[in-house]
């Protein structure tokens, strides 16, 4: 028989009646407020069952996660009948490096507005017959977006009209940045951080500046962020600029140089390298607008602190892409590079037909 003096944590543990699987990047308070609902336990008696804090106190549960050490894990382990290589892989926790055999806890305060807190899916959570209000984190890179239901979701802080899901069905580009983000980090896993880190410095700074006035026409890429916010209201810029941010991205993990542009690096690409790449990537419909020394892309190239006329006075392939891009032919250019290419291929199936 078990020694009553014996401390807890050295006590036979035995699983709870009902499972309860966690959600991805679900916030371990979360994941023990639903366990502790669905097998009807006193959440504060279910986490001082698994851990010990020296400090004893307990909570506030909606303004701290709790972190547990790996004894604490796989007591949790035990109770929800899940191992924990699951519970590792599926909740967004961070793990206690102080040593066993005790279980410890400790509570992590979470920021009041922190933007990566999120509800999660409506739909999610009604296939899995979740009715507890749930709490997901995303990950680096990773925009508030439901990717299977095509869905925006909302941050854990909005208590409001703000807080409802909207569907993406008019603005597919979203969640197609959001698939192109999944495979650019599966092959870019080194440089991905970087490169997403200086697109979306280059966004929100764009989105921030007065890159919309213009006399003849409106800068094009923030006309067509308005219109996108148009169907996204009371959406965060984040998302409204996600497609752009994530084709800069997929930009600087194919030619990692580009971000050296605005440096004194040797090898840096020259400005107008970066402007037509860069307008490539955007598909901007008028290229010409990022000549302007006002433009944020043209100001995070430098090109304001390049001589007058630097075009004229430096090497020929920069003066052919500035007239390039002036002449607005940027996609034309790209489209019949596409097509001789094309042709290319095809020619010697021709000959050989011959």
Same mark, same amino acid.
């Given at each position: 028989?078990?020694?009553?003096?014996?401390?807890?944590?050295?006590?036979?543990?035995?699983?709870?009646?009902?499972?309860?699987?966690?959600?991805?990047?679900?916030?371990?308070?979360?994941?023990?407020?639903?366990?502790?609902?669905?097998?009807?336990?006193?959440?504060?008696?279910?986490?001082?069952?698994?851990?010990?804090?020296?400090?004893?106190?307990?909570?506030?549960?909606?303004?701290?996660?709790?972190?547990?050490?790996?004894?604490?894990?796989?007591?949790?382990?035990?109770?929800?009948?899940?191992?924990?290589?699951?519970?590792?892989?599926?909740?967004?926790?961070?793990?206690?490096?102080?040593?066993?055999?005790?279980?410890?806890?400790?509570?992590?305060?979470?920021?009041?507005?922190?933007? @990566?807190?999120?509800?999660?899916?409506?739909?999610?959570?009604?296939?899995?017959?979740?009715?507890?209000?749930?709490?997901?984190?995303?990950?680096?890179?990773?925009?508030?977006?439901?990717?299977?239901?095509?869905?925006?979701?909302?941050?854990?802080?909005?208590?409001?009209?703000?807080?409802?899901?909207?569907?993406?069905?008019?603005?597919?580009?979203?969640?197609?940045?959001?698939?192109?983000?999944?495979?650019?980090?599966?092959?870019?896993?080194? @440089?991905?951080?970087?490169?997403?880190?200086?697109?979306?410095?280059?966004?929100?700074?764009?989105?921030?500046?007065?890159?919309?006035?213009?006399?003849?026409?409106?800068?094009?890429?923030?006309?067509?962020?308005?219109?996108?916010?148009?169907?996204?209201?009371?959406?965060?810029?984040?998302?409204?600029?996600?497609?752009?941010?994530?084709?800069?991205?997929?930009?600087?993990?194919?030619?990692?140089?580009?971000?050296?542009?605005? @440096?004194?690096?040797?090898?840096?690409?020259?400005?107008?390298?970066?402007?037509?790449?860069?307008?490539?990537?955007?598909?901007?419909?008028?290229?010409?607008?990022?000549?302007?020394?006002?433009?944020?892309?043209?100001?995070?190239?430098?090109?304001?602190?390049?001589?007058?006329?630097?075009?004229?006075?430096?090497?020929?392939?920069?003066?052919?892409?500035?007239?390039?891009?002036?002449?607005?032919?940027?996609?034309?250019?790209?489209?019949?590079?596409?097509?001789?290419?094309?042709?290319?291929?095809?020619?010697?199936?021709?000959?050989?037909?011959?």
């Amino acid at each position: 028989m078990p020694d009553p003096r014996d401390p807890y944590w050295q006590r036979r543990l035995r699983p709870l009646p009902i499972r309860v699987r966690p959600m991805p990047r679900e916030l371990m308070i979360s994941y023990l407020r639903r366990l502790a609902n669905a097998n009807r336990v006193d959440r504060p008696l279910l986490i001082r069952h698994i851990a010990t804090d020296h400090a004893g106190h307990i909570g506030p549960f909606h303004t701290h996660d709790l972190a547990l050490n790996r004894p604490a894990l796989a007591r949790l382990a035990i109770l929800s009948g899940y191992p924990e290589t699951v519970l590792l892989a599926a909740i967004s926790t961070r793990t206690l490096k102080r040593p066993g055999p005790e279980p410890l806890r400790d509570w992590i305060p979470l920021g009041g507005t922190d933007p @990566t807190l999120l509800r999660p899916c409506s739909h999610c959570t009604a296939r899995r017959g979740i009715r507890v209000p749930s709490i997901i984190q995303l990950e680096p890179g990773q925009p508030p977006v439901c990717i299977r239901h095509r869905r925006t979701l909302v941050p854990y802080h909005y208590r409001s009209d703000r807080g409802n899901e909207q569907p993406l069905g008019a603005t597919p580009e979203i969640v197609t940045a959001a698939h192109r983000y999944k495979i650019l980090r599966r092959r870019h896993q080194d @440089t991905i951080g970087e490169a997403f880190a200086a697109a979306a410095g280059i966004t929100r700074f764009w989105g921030r500046g007065r890159a919309g006035f213009y006399r003849d026409k409106p800068e094009q890429i923030s006309a067509r962020w308005n219109t996108r916010a148009e169907h996204l209201p009371d959406v965060p810029d984040t998302v409204i600029r996600y497609p752009e941010t994530v084709a800069l991205t997929s930009l600087f993990t194919s030619t990692p140089a580009l971000m050296l542009t605005p @440096t004194e690096d040797r090898d840096a690409p020259s400005a107008m390298q970066f402007l037509l790449a860069a307008a490539r990537c955007l598909e901007h419909p008028a290229p010409e607008q990022l000549l302007r020394p006002a433009h944020p892309l043209s100001r995070w190239a430098g090109t304001t602190d390049m001589p007058a006329w630097f075009w004229r006075n430096i090497n020929e392939p920069d003066r052919t892409i500035y007239q390039t891009l002036a002449q607005g032919s940027t996609r034309l250019h790209h489209q019949t590079e596409k097509r001789s290419d094309s042709v290319r291929r095809r020619r010697p199936e021709a000959s050989h037909r011959i």
